[in-house]
C-alpha cells in the first residue's frame, strides 16, 4: 500500500526508494528517529530553509519524486555537520547527494554551474581554466609570471574513460 | 623526507598564494614535494551530479599518487582532502567499490592501492614535523598579534573517516598560529561554514555566511584571520566586500592562508609568499607591499 500526500495527492514511490537507499553505503535513513540534531546544527537551515530531518523523513516515507524535482536538495552547504552529529548514522547530506544524482538522471532542473563544471572536467580535466588573477595593486599575474611550474593535464584517454565512468 | 601533492582545481588554476607559500614553507622542514603528473579534479563538483564519478575521480588521483612510489600525500584543499578520504574510507571497506574502481582505472593503465596516507598541511605541520621544529624554525615571531582562525568543515568531518583534528573542539591550526608566537582566539562562530559550496546554487547565501561569521570575527578585535582552505579563502578575502554588503557592514579584516604567516615568521620574502594576492589584506598594518 502507498501513502498519499492529501496535500498534494502525491503518492509514495517503492521502486525510487530502494533505488536511493541502494545507492548509501554505511548510512542508514531508515533508522532515524527524527531527534532533529542533523536540522539544529544546520548550516542552511536559516537561510535558505533546509531542515535535514524532514529531508530524511520524506525519503523513509517514499516522496522520492517530489523531493528530486525541489529545489530545497540543493540548499546543502556541505558542511557534513549533519553526517558527523547523526547518532543513527543517517547522515542527511548522502541521501541529499543521492537525491541530487536522481535528479540529474531524471533531466529535473538543476543549477546549471555543477554542468558547467563537469563540461569543463571532461574538456582538461579540472573544473575551472586557469586564470590570470589581479594583485591589491591591481596588476595582472599569471602561474608564469609568478614562477610557479607548467600545469600537467591528464592526456586524452582520461576524457574517454571518464566519459564512459559519468554514463554509467 | 619526499611527499606527493595533490593541488587540486581551484588552488591550480587560482588561488596561486596558497600554493607559493606551500611550496616555500614546507623544504624548511626538509619535506620535498613532488606534483603528481596528469592530475584532474578530485570529484567535489561531480558528486552532485553522478556520485559514483566522483569517487572514479577521487580514485584516480590516488592511484597517480601510489605511481609515485612515495606514501605520504599532502591535499592542500579542504574539500579535495574530504573527497580523497572519503574515496579511499569506501574503496579499503568495501570490496565490492574496490573491484569496480580496479575495472575503471584499468583503462587508462591505473591501479589503486590502499598503502597512501592521506595528508592536509594541518597535520602535516602538527601531527608529522611537530609544534617544536616549527617553533625552532621561527626567525621572525608574530609578537602581538591575534588572530582567528578557520578551520573549516571538511577537514574535521565526518570524523568516522578519520579527520586531520577533531570535528567539535578543533585546536591543530590554533596551536600551529601559536607556535609563530600569535595569540588565538577561541570564539562561538569557529565553526561555521565559509558557505562556498552554496555558490553553485545559491550565490547570495553563501555570500551571507561568509558576511555573518566575518562579522563576528572584526567585532573581536583581531588583528587578522586564518584559513587552510582555496574555497574558504575566496569566501573571506576575495568576495570579502560582497560578503560584507550581504550583512550590511563594511569590513577590513586582513585574511591569511596558515602557510602564508607560516612564511613570514620564517622569515621568507613576501613576494615568494604571493602576499600581494590577497585582496584583504591591510598592508600598513602588516608593513607589505
Known sequence: MSLTDLMTMAKSNKELQEKILSQLWEVHPDECFQCMRCTSGCTSLKLLELKPHEITLLVNAGFIEELASSDIIWTCASCLKCRERCPQKASPYNTIMALRNLAVEREAKIPEKYMKAVAQILENGLMQQMQTVTSREMQPFSREKLGLPKLQYPDGKFKTVFMKVLGG | ?289
Not at chain 2, 577590513?252 to 602557510?259: D, G, Q, W
Request: include cysteine; charge should be neutral; proline fraction near 3%.
Open chain 2, 1 to 289: 623526507m619526499k611527499v606527493a601533492v595533490f593541488w587540486g582545481c581551484k588552488i591550480l588554476t587560482a588561488q596561486y598564494a596558497y600554493e607559493m607559500s606551500v611550496r616555500q614553507v614546507f623544504p624548511h622542514f626538509d619535506i620535498e614535494l613532488m606534483d603528481l603528473k596528469g592530475a584532474s579534479c578530485c570529484g567535489g563538483p561531480v558528486r552532485s551530479i553522478n556520485t559514483s564519478a566522483a569517487m572514479y575521480l577521487s580514485a584516480r588521483n590516488l592511484a597517480l599518487s601510489s605511481q609515485t612510489g612515495l606514501s605520504d600525500l599532502l591535499v592542500p584543499c579542504n574539500e579535495c582532502h574530504f573527497m580523497l578520504s572519503e574515496a579511499k574510507y569506501r574503496i579499503d571497506n568495501d570490496e565490492q567499490m574496490h573491484k569496480k574502481i580496479q575495472e575503471q582505472l584499468r583503462e587508462e593503465g591505473l591501479k589503486y592501492s590502499s598503502s597512501v596516507k592521506i595528508w592536509h598541511v594541518i597535520d602535516l605541520l602538527h601531527d608529522l614535523v611537530k609544534l617544536d621544529a616549527v617553533k625552532a624554525m621561527v626567525k621572525k615571531p608574530l609578537e602581538g598579534l591575534k588572530f582567528a582562525v578557520h578551520p573549516g568543515c571538511q577537514i574535521i568531518r565526518p570524523s568516522e573517516i578519520g579527520r586531520v583534528d577533531s570535528a567539535e573542539r578543533p585546536r591543530k591550526l590554533d596551536a600551529l598560529v601559536e607556535a609563530l608566537g600569535a595569540e588565538t582566539l577561541d570564539y562561538s562562530e569557529k565553526l561555521d561554514c565559509c558557505g562556498a559550496a552554496l555558490l553553485y546554487s545559491h550565490e547570495d547565501a553563501a555570500l551571507s555566511l561568509a558576511g555573518s561569521k566575518l562579522k563576528a570575527v572584526q567585532g573581536y578585535d583581531v588583528d587578522g584571520f586564518v584559513d587552510t582552505c582555496p574555497y574558504c579563502h575566496i569566501m573571506y578575502d576575495a568576495r570579502q566586500k560582497e560578503a560584507a554588503a550581504t550583512v550590511g557592514g563594511k569590513f577590513s579584516l586582513s585574511v591569511f592562508y596558515y602557510t602564508q604567516l607560516l612564511g613570514l615568521a620564517l622569515g621568507i620574502k613576501q613576494e615568494k609568499l604571493g602576499l600581494h594576492l590577497n585582496q584583504s589584506l591591510d598592508s600598513e598594518k602588516f608593513k607589505v607591499k
